[in-house]
Protein backbone atom coordinates (compact mmCIF):
# COMPACT_ATOMS: atom_id res chain seq x y z
CA UNK A 1 0.00 0.00 0.00
CA UNK A 2 1.39 3.15 -1.03
CA UNK A 3 2.39 6.06 1.70
CA UNK A 4 -1.20 8.28 0.12
CA UNK A 5 -3.19 4.90 0.48
CA UNK A 6 -2.07 4.08 4.04
CA UNK A 7 -2.97 8.17 4.84
CA UNK A 8 -6.15 7.81 3.68
CA UNK A 9 -7.34 4.50 5.02
CA UNK A 10 -5.74 5.84 8.56
CA UNK A 11 -8.18 9.20 8.17
CA UNK A 12 -10.84 7.11 7.06
CA UNK A 13 -10.66 5.05 10.57
CA UNK A 14 -10.09 8.22 12.26
CA UNK A 15 -13.36 9.49 10.89
CA UNK A 16 -15.06 6.23 11.35
CA UNK A 17 -14.38 6.34 15.48
CA UNK A 18 -15.42 10.25 15.65
CA UNK A 19 -18.41 9.09 13.64
CA UNK A 20 -18.75 6.24 16.39
CA UNK A 21 -18.39 8.74 18.76
CA UNK A 22 -20.94 11.26 17.95
CA UNK A 23 -23.99 8.46 17.27
CA UNK A 24 -23.38 7.02 20.76
CA UNK A 25 -23.39 10.22 22.23
CA UNK A 26 -27.08 10.82 20.47
CA UNK A 27 -28.08 6.92 21.15
CA UNK A 28 -27.33 8.07 25.06
CA UNK A 29 -29.01 10.95 25.34
CA UNK A 30 -32.16 9.61 23.74
CA UNK A 31 -32.14 6.85 26.24
CA UNK A 32 -31.74 10.06 28.85
CA UNK A 33 -34.98 11.27 27.29
CA UNK A 34 -37.16 8.14 27.14
CA UNK A 35 -36.24 7.93 30.82
CA UNK A 36 -37.33 11.62 31.70
CA UNK A 37 -40.63 10.24 29.80
CA UNK A 38 -41.13 7.89 31.88
CA UNK A 39 -40.58 10.17 34.68
CA UNK A 40 -43.16 12.35 34.19
CA UNK A 41 -45.60 9.60 33.49
CA UNK A 42 -44.78 7.97 37.21
CA UNK A 43 -45.04 11.65 38.69
CA UNK A 44 -48.35 12.88 37.06
CA UNK A 45 -49.82 9.10 37.64
CA UNK A 46 -48.43 8.40 40.86
CA UNK A 47 -46.89 4.91 39.82
CA UNK A 48 -43.89 3.25 41.57
CA UNK A 49 -43.75 0.51 39.38
CA UNK A 50 -42.68 3.19 36.31
CA UNK A 51 -40.27 4.71 39.02
CA UNK A 52 -38.79 1.67 39.34
CA UNK A 53 -38.64 1.31 35.67
CA UNK A 54 -37.05 4.48 35.43
CA UNK A 55 -34.38 4.01 38.20
CA UNK A 56 -33.36 0.27 36.47
CA UNK A 57 -32.92 1.90 33.19
CA UNK A 58 -30.24 4.16 34.10
CA UNK A 59 -27.93 0.87 34.07
CA UNK A 60 -27.99 1.01 30.07
CA UNK A 61 -26.88 4.89 30.43
CA UNK A 62 -24.09 4.16 33.02
CA UNK A 63 -22.60 1.92 30.47
CA UNK A 64 -22.47 3.42 27.20
CA UNK A 65 -21.09 6.49 29.16
CA UNK A 66 -18.10 4.45 30.77
CA UNK A 67 -17.82 2.59 26.81
CA UNK A 68 -17.53 6.15 24.94
CA UNK A 69 -15.43 8.24 27.04
CA UNK A 70 -13.35 5.19 27.20
CA UNK A 71 -13.28 5.38 23.49
CA UNK A 72 -12.68 8.80 23.37
CA UNK A 73 -9.60 8.75 25.63
CA UNK A 74 -8.37 5.65 23.62
CA UNK A 75 -8.55 7.72 20.32
CA UNK A 76 -7.16 10.66 21.93
CA UNK A 77 -4.22 8.46 23.12
CA UNK A 78 -3.61 6.35 20.12
CA UNK A 79 -4.55 9.34 17.18
CA UNK A 80 -2.75 12.15 18.51
CA UNK A 81 -5.76 14.38 16.97
CA UNK A 82 -4.82 18.06 16.49
CA UNK A 83 -6.96 21.19 16.12
CA UNK A 84 -10.69 20.91 15.11
CA UNK A 85 -10.44 16.90 15.50
CA UNK A 86 -8.69 17.55 19.55
CA UNK A 87 -11.31 20.06 19.56
CA UNK A 88 -14.22 17.65 19.11
CA UNK A 89 -12.36 14.89 21.26
CA UNK A 90 -12.39 16.75 24.54
CA UNK A 91 -15.52 18.21 23.90
CA UNK A 92 -17.19 15.06 23.15
CA UNK A 93 -15.91 14.11 26.96
CA UNK A 94 -17.84 16.68 28.15
CA UNK A 95 -20.93 16.10 26.39
CA UNK A 96 -20.96 12.86 27.66
CA UNK A 97 -20.74 14.30 31.47
CA UNK A 98 -23.46 16.11 30.78
CA UNK A 99 -25.92 13.38 29.44
CA UNK A 100 -24.92 10.65 32.16
CA UNK A 101 -25.76 13.43 35.03
CA UNK A 102 -28.97 14.44 33.25
CA UNK A 103 -29.70 10.47 33.79
CA UNK A 104 -28.87 10.66 37.51
CA UNK A 105 -31.10 13.65 38.03
CA UNK A 106 -34.29 11.16 36.37
CA UNK A 107 -33.09 9.15 38.83
CA UNK A 108 -33.38 11.20 42.09
CA UNK A 109 -36.34 12.36 40.89
CA UNK A 110 -37.83 8.33 40.77
CA UNK A 111 -35.84 7.56 43.78
CA UNK A 112 -37.70 10.16 45.78
CA UNK A 113 -41.05 9.74 44.82
CA UNK A 114 -40.50 5.96 45.55
CA UNK A 115 -39.26 6.89 48.72
CA UNK A 116 -42.25 8.81 49.36
CA UNK A 117 -44.67 5.87 48.66
CA UNK A 118 -46.22 8.06 45.43
CA UNK A 119 -47.41 12.25 46.19
CA UNK A 120 -51.37 13.09 46.34
CA UNK A 121 -51.34 16.18 44.75
CA UNK A 122 -53.79 18.81 44.07
CA UNK A 123 -54.78 19.53 40.07
CA UNK A 124 -52.84 22.54 40.65
CA UNK A 125 -49.88 21.29 41.77
CA UNK A 126 -49.90 18.62 39.46
CA UNK A 127 -50.84 20.18 35.99
CA UNK A 128 -47.85 22.88 36.79
CA UNK A 129 -45.67 19.56 37.21
CA UNK A 130 -46.94 18.16 33.77
CA UNK A 131 -45.85 21.56 32.05
CA UNK A 132 -42.34 21.61 33.24
CA UNK A 133 -42.03 17.50 32.84
CA UNK A 134 -43.21 18.61 29.23
CA UNK A 135 -41.34 21.57 28.99
CA UNK A 136 -38.01 19.96 30.30
CA UNK A 137 -38.42 16.78 27.85
CA UNK A 138 -39.08 18.96 24.90
CA UNK A 139 -35.67 21.01 25.62
CA UNK A 140 -33.67 17.99 26.06
CA UNK A 141 -35.46 16.08 22.86
CA UNK A 142 -34.03 19.75 21.14
CA UNK A 143 -30.47 19.22 22.95
CA UNK A 144 -29.98 15.61 21.61
CA UNK A 145 -31.45 16.60 17.87
CA UNK A 146 -28.47 19.53 17.91
CA UNK A 147 -26.14 17.03 18.49
CA UNK A 148 -26.94 14.69 16.07
CA UNK A 149 -27.12 17.14 13.58
CA UNK A 150 -23.82 19.04 14.79
CA UNK A 151 -25.78 22.62 14.65
CA UNK A 152 -23.37 25.51 15.86
CA UNK A 153 -27.01 28.10 15.84
CA UNK A 154 -29.09 26.56 18.66
CA UNK A 155 -27.42 27.31 21.16
CA UNK A 156 -28.70 31.02 21.46
CA UNK A 157 -32.26 30.15 20.67
CA UNK A 158 -32.49 27.23 23.52
CA UNK A 159 -30.80 29.46 26.42
CA UNK A 160 -34.24 31.49 25.75
CA UNK A 161 -36.02 28.53 26.07
CA UNK A 162 -34.67 27.45 29.22
CA UNK A 163 -35.91 30.66 30.68
CA UNK A 164 -39.12 29.34 29.99
CA UNK A 165 -38.21 26.57 32.48
CA UNK A 166 -36.87 28.63 35.27
CA UNK A 167 -40.23 30.71 35.57
CA UNK A 168 -42.38 27.57 35.69
CA UNK A 169 -39.92 25.82 37.85
CA UNK A 170 -40.16 28.99 40.14
CA UNK A 171 -43.90 29.27 39.70
CA UNK A 172 -43.60 25.75 41.02
CA UNK A 173 -41.97 26.36 44.54
CA UNK A 174 -44.28 29.19 45.43
CA UNK A 175 -47.10 27.08 44.65
CA UNK A 176 -45.79 23.86 46.73
CA UNK A 177 -44.70 26.72 49.72
CA UNK A 178 -47.94 27.60 49.46
CA UNK A 179 -49.44 24.24 50.27
CA UNK A 180 -46.84 22.77 51.83
CA UNK A 181 -49.22 22.52 55.13
CA UNK A 182 -51.92 20.44 53.24
CA UNK A 183 -49.46 17.96 51.01
CA UNK A 184 -47.29 17.52 53.72
CA UNK A 185 -43.30 19.11 55.07
CA UNK A 186 -41.76 16.30 53.54
CA UNK A 187 -43.46 15.86 50.56
CA UNK A 188 -43.50 19.49 50.11
CA UNK A 189 -39.06 19.80 50.33
CA UNK A 190 -38.70 16.45 47.62
CA UNK A 191 -41.32 17.78 45.48
CA UNK A 192 -39.06 21.08 45.52
CA UNK A 193 -35.94 18.79 44.70
CA UNK A 194 -37.88 17.20 41.79
CA UNK A 195 -38.21 20.79 40.59
CA UNK A 196 -34.57 21.37 40.62
CA UNK A 197 -33.74 17.95 39.26
CA UNK A 198 -35.78 18.76 36.15
CA UNK A 199 -34.33 22.54 35.65
CA UNK A 200 -30.90 21.20 35.87
CA UNK A 201 -31.92 18.41 33.11
CA UNK A 202 -32.80 21.76 31.06
CA UNK A 203 -29.68 23.41 32.08
CA UNK A 204 -27.75 20.35 30.93
CA UNK A 205 -29.60 20.53 27.31
CA UNK A 206 -28.39 23.99 27.13
CA UNK A 207 -24.81 23.14 28.18
CA UNK A 208 -25.11 20.33 25.31
CA UNK A 209 -25.98 22.74 22.60
CA UNK A 210 -23.60 25.07 23.57
CA UNK A 211 -20.69 22.34 23.36
CA UNK A 212 -21.83 21.17 20.13
CA UNK A 213 -21.28 25.43 18.81
CA UNK A 214 -17.95 25.22 20.07
CA UNK A 215 -17.07 21.87 18.27
CA UNK A 216 -18.97 23.56 15.05
CA UNK A 217 -17.28 26.89 15.24
CA UNK A 218 -14.82 26.91 17.64
CA UNK A 219 -16.03 29.21 20.03
CA UNK A 220 -18.67 29.39 22.44
CA UNK A 221 -21.76 30.95 21.93
CA UNK A 222 -21.36 34.20 23.28
CA UNK A 223 -18.10 34.60 21.70
CA UNK A 224 -19.34 33.82 18.37
CA UNK A 225 -22.17 36.60 17.16
CA UNK A 226 -25.56 37.75 18.37
CA UNK A 227 -28.34 35.68 19.65
CA UNK A 228 -30.76 34.73 17.13
CA UNK A 229 -34.13 35.30 17.57
CA UNK A 230 -36.18 32.40 19.23
CA UNK A 231 -38.69 30.33 17.07
CA UNK A 232 -42.06 30.11 18.24
CA UNK A 233 -42.55 27.52 20.65
CA UNK A 234 -44.40 24.07 19.21
Do not use: C
Not at 132 to 156: F, N, P
Not at 184 to 211: C, K, P, Q, T, W
Amino acid sequence: MSGDNLSHEIRHRFDELLEMLRRGSVEMGSLVLENTRRLADALLENDLGVAEAVIAADAEVDRKYVELERLAFETMARQQPVAGDLRFLVTITRLLYEIERSGDLVVNAAKGLVFQHGYVLSPEISGLLGRIAARVSELWAKGIEVLDEMDGEAAHWMDRLDDEVDDLVGEFYTLIGSGSETIGFDVAIELSRVGRYLERIADHAVNIAEHVTFIVTGAFPAESHPPHPRPEAG
